[in-house]
C-alpha cells in the first residue's frame, strides 16, 4: 500500500521559516508529482502547489509564490515544503498528497488519490 | 480562478437516506471534478475522479454524475462511517480549486 509519512508538528513565531518533510513508499517515485494542500482550523481545503517526482519542475499557488519552496529528492523519496515569513494566518494542517502529474507542466487528468497524516504548523508569538 | 460551489453547506440525514451533494462550478470544467471525503481530524480521502469514476475499494453506495458547470456526489444508503465532509476539487484549470465542504450529520 501507497505511504506517504509526514514530519511532526513544528511551532514557530511569526517571520520565521517551517520545513515539513513527506516521505513516500512503496510506488514508484518519479512516476507521480506530490502535492501540498493546507486546512486551516476548521476550514476548507487549499491548494499550495505541486512538484514532479521525475523532474522537480515545481508550480506554486499564486497567494504564497515567493515565500515557498518545494523540493522532491528521488534517492529517498522525499518531497519538501519550506514556507517562509510565516504569518499567524499561515496556521494549519499541512498534507502531501500523490499527484497523477509526473510531468511539472499543469495536466488537467488529475487527482490526489493517497495523503499523508497531516502536519500541524502553528504561528503564534 | 475557478470557483467551486458545494450545496448544502451541511446536510443532516440517518443511516439508511439517499443523498445527494452538489457542486457548481464558476465555468465550465467539462468532467475534471474529483470528490474526496474527510473524517475529523483525518487526511482527505478520494472516492470519485474524473466526475464518475470510483476509485478502487470505495463502495458502490457512492456515485458521482456530472459535466460542463453541475455535478453530483450521490450516496445512496447512509452508512454510519459515511458521516463526513465532502469536498468536490476541479482540476480543470491551475490551480486546482476545492469547494467549501459539505459537513453530513
Known amino acids: 500500500q501507497v505511504q506517504l509519512v509526514q514530519s511532526g508538528g513544528e511551532v514557530k513565531k511569526p517571520g520565521a521559516s517551517v520545513k515539513v518533510s513527506c516521505k513516500a513508499s512503496?510506488?514508484?517515485?518519479?512516476?507521480?508529482?506530490i502535492s501540498w494542500v493546507r486546512q486551516a482550523p476548521g476550514q476548507g481545503l487549499e491548494w499550495l502547489g505541486s512538484?514532479?517526482?521525475?523532474?522537480?519542475?515545481?508550480k506554486y499557488a499564486q497567494q504564497i509564490q515567493g515565500r515557498v519552496t518545494m523540493t522532491a529528492d528521488t534517492s529517498t523519496t522525499t518531497a519538501s515544503l519550506e514556507l517562509r515569513s510565516l504569518r499567524s494566518d499561515d496556521t494549519a494542517v499541512y498534507y502531501c498528497?500523490?499527484?497523477?502529474?509526473?510531468?511539472?507542466?499543469?495536466?488537467?487528468?488529475?487527482?490526489?488519490?493517497?495523503w499523508g497524516q497531516g502536519t500541524l504548523v502553528t504561528v503564534s508569538s | 480562478d475557478i470557483q467551486m460551489t458545494q450545496s448544502p453547506s451541511s446536510l443532516s440525514a440517518s443511516v439508511g437516506d439517499r443523498v445527494s451533494i452538489t457542486c457548481r462550478a464558476s465555468?465550465?470544467?467539462?468532467?475534471?471534478l474529483n470528490w474526496y471525503q474527510q473524517e475529523p481530524g483525518k487526511a482527505p480521502k478520494l472516492l470519485i475522479y474524473?466526475?464518475?469514476n470510483l476509485l478502487s475499494g470505495v463502495p458502490s453506495r457512492f456515485s458521482g454524475s456530472g459535466s460542463g458547470a453541475d455535478f453530483t456526489l450521490t450516496i445512496s444508503s447512509l452508512q454510519p462511517e459515511d458521516f463526513a465532509t465532502y469536498y468536490c476539487?476541479?482540476?480543470?484549470?491551475?490551480?486546482?480549486?476545492f469547494g467549501g465542504g459539505t459537513r453530513l450529520e
Open positions: 512503496r510506488y514508484t517515485f518519479t512516476s507521480y508529482g
Open positions: 498528497a500523490r499527484d497523477q502529474d509526473a510531468s511539472g507542466t499543469y495536466s488537467n487528468v488529475n487527482y490526489f488519490d493517497y
Open positions: 512538484i514532479s517526482g521525475y523532474n522537480g519542475k515545481t
Open positions: 476539487q476541479q482540476t480543470y484549470s491551475s490551480p486546482p480549486t
Open positions: 465555468q465550465s470544467i467539462n468532467t475534471y
Open positions: 474524473a466526475a464518475s
